[in-house]
């Protein structure tokens, strides 16, 4: 695959209560709620407390990771009433190696009902339908048990403790490898 060549899926990837779709002008609440989280901003493009301006601008550089190649970023939406309620991202930096690495994040409003987990598992069966894709990687702090829960229940498996891995917030800090190879017929 061409990394030009991204454009979001016809049938919105879904599983559970949310389905993944392009981010909208209408979102733009949904992202001021999820920017009052104070790990949000440290690990993402949208700002800290952001006020209109700012989530649409986080918006327009969404669907330019498309239109660049660097990945999809979808918006979670609730599959019944299409309600935003966090975001989703598969980015293709490492695909020539055939990796991706996945990212995630519910509103504070909309956490508690396992939106994540469901998204995880959208996003994740939308990945094998991309040829090249053979491993997604998660990188979770330790401390952040809800992501952990997260990556376990949509089939994630730890594999190791990656040292001083990177800067986040000023700190080096430690992240856990989690991971999901492409299913085969031996594997399900
Ligand atoms: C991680 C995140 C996406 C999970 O959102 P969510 O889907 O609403 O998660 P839930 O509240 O349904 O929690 C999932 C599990 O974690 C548990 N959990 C949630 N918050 C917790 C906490 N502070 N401490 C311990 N366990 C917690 C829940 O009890 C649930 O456990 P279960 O599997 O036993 O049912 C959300 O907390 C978030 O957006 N955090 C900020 C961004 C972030 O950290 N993204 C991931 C980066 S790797």
Redesign the pocket.
């Known amino acids: 695959m061409s990394a030009a060549q991204l454009v979001m899926p016809i049938a919105a990837p879904s599983f559970g209560d949310v389905r993944l779709r392009a981010f909208e002008e209408r979102d733009a609440d949904m992202l001021m709620d999820?920017s009052t989280?104070a790990?949000?901003p440290k690990?993402g493009s949208l700002p800290g407390n952001a006020d209109h301006p700012e989530a649409l601008a986080y918006i327009e550089r969404q669907s330019s990771r498309l239109r660049t190649g660097a990945g999809y970023s979808f918006c979670v939406a609730d599959k019944e009433t299409d309600e935003a309620l966090?975001?989703a991202g598969l980015y293709l930096a490492p695909i020539a190696a055939g990796r991706a690495t996945a990212?995630?994040?519910?509103?504070?409003r909309?956490?508690?009902?396992?939106?994540?987990?469901?998204?995880l598992i959208a996003l994740t069966r939308f990945a094998w339908s991309i040829p090249e894709l053979h491993r997604i990687e998660?990188?979770?702090?330790p401390w952040?048990?809800?992501?952990?829960?997260?990556?376990?229940?949509a089939g994630f498996e730890r594999e190791g403790l990656l040292r001083s891995h990177q800067e986040i917030g000023g700190e080096r800090v430690d992240m856990l490898m989690y991971a999901a190879i492409r299913p085969t017929a031996a594997t399900g």
């Open positions: 999820l989280d790990y949000v690990t966090g975001t990212g995630y994040s519910v509103a504070p909309h956490r508690g009902r396992r939106v994540a987990g469901h998204s998660l990188y979770i702090e952040n048990t809800a992501s952990v829960r997260t990556a376990e229940f």
